[in-house]
């Protein structure tokens, strides 16, 4: 990057517009492209008059340009690169013709976009990047000389046109790259982009101060600025190296953590059965919808962690509670309610830097007030709460458990659909609603991504606990000194798990 923004994928290079594969481009995208490259046409036209000047420099800086193109470093905060020759493109716009300027700006464009690149740019990314660079340039080299005019001072002035160039060059690409992702084109500039101008202003200075130097010593004096700016390019690398490698633990440690809180989900599994592929389904769902609703990275993570962990309470809850067929008793129920707070507190003493455990003591709680831990009502309840509360009722309707079949999942659509604005939030349940038939099929892709715990296992040796095998004396002694054995319980069939108190009193058909 530098005197022109690029984007790479891990390992590879793109451009800013670039795209998965099969992925169709929008069309605002292929609209944007061409109003760029009218704008640069149109800014070319402007400034055919001014005659081109001072030969020798032109070609020297061009060979500098061309050299150096390959001498990029990869920016920490985004997937981005940016190369070191831009101190020399404001060099031509301090020193030479917009043409001239415009011509070193587009050779370096196109020397970047062939040099040390892994994957080829496209002809219409190279063309997008070329009329971005132009037009970026040409409003560069007229807002400098417009503004000498009036205040003949190199450094200031040649500052704003840095500033200038830096607007004009990295908001056609965070609106590109915006609207091929369905995400805010201002939030990606003010999180990618909007970091990169005190490197632009460091650019005009030193350009400002090579000028400087061959104004006094003599214009060969000047180019002194290659080694400064070999030498600022090789301790960078050398610091982006040390960030590189204390990003790669971050990274190590992140997916040991998630690897420990899929474990953790096993654990959930193998005390409530069935519950294996609803915990990868919620996880898809809550993600995507995350994703839609644009929601901060940090709530983002807190949901996909939530999706595995909100029922890791119920490892306090009894298996015949669990896992009973027929309908709760009072007693059972307020055991069964106890699971949000006994999940937040577990969860609690893990730190997490996410919203983590807001969500879990709360994922039972309901649009009217009527739910539980702390009847919470309306916006009061946690974004990230309220949506994995319809996307865990909507998935427990929609999967078969041990105590009832599953529902149809346009039933389990509408089940939910009814409680809109009494159990569930209904701004989420309309967005559940658009879009529940895609994420279905993108749920069952993803659902074999963790094997299911393997919990019937017979284990040949041990032959008898140390105290030895109970007998039927010690039956009787045990019955007689007040353990009751619980009664059978009929089979009532149960469309929603026990905890889903609202919705327990529906029958299937």
Known sequence: MGNEITCEEPHSQRSAFSVREKRIVPTRVRALVCVV????????????????????????????????????????????????????????????????????????????????????????????????????????????????????????????ASTVYFFANTIPVALVIGWSSDTSPLRHWRQEFLWYLPFYLVGAMLAVLADFIGIRFGWLTSLLLIPMVYTVYRAYCAQMAMVMDREHHIREVEALYMRTIESLSMAIEAKDEGTHDHLMRVRVYVTELGRIMQLEPSLMQALHIAAFLHDIGKLAIPEQILNKPGKLTHEEFEKIKTHTLVGADILERVKFPYPVVPIVRSHHEAWDGSGYPDGLKGEEIPIGARILTVVDCFDALASERPYRRALPIEEAMAIVKSRAGTQFDPEIVHLLEQHYPALEEMARRHSSEMEPLETNIFIERGAAPGAGFET?????????????????????????????HVLAGLKTS
């Not at 831009?86 to 062939?114: E, H, K, M, T």
């Not at 000194?481 to 319980?489: D, E, F, R, S």
């Open 472 to 500: 039927a004396s010690d039956a009787a002694a045990t019955l007689s000194g007040g353990i009751q054995v619980a009664p059978a319980h009929a089979a009532t069939e149960r469309i929603v798990d026990h905890d889903d």
């Open 37 to 160: 490259v009218a704008g640069a046409i149109a800014c070319l036209s402007v400034v055919r008059g001014h005659a081109a000047q001072q030969w020798i420099h032109f070609f020297v800086y061009l060979v500098v340009i061309l050299l150096s193109s390959g001498m990029k470093v990869a920016m920490p905060k985004s997937e981005g690169t940016m190369s070191v020759n831009f101190p020399f493109i404001f060099l031509g716009i301090l020193q030479l013709s917009p043409l001239q300027a415009v011509c070193l700006a587009v050779c370096s464009v196109i020397a970047q976009c062939r040099f040390r690149v892994v994957k080829p740019f496209t002809i219409v990314q190279i063309l997008f990047n070329v009329a971005n660079v132009t037009t970026a340039t040409i409003l560069a080299w007229m807002t400098f000389a417009a503004v000498m005019r009036a205040h003949p001072e190199n450094a200031p002035v040649l500052a704003l």
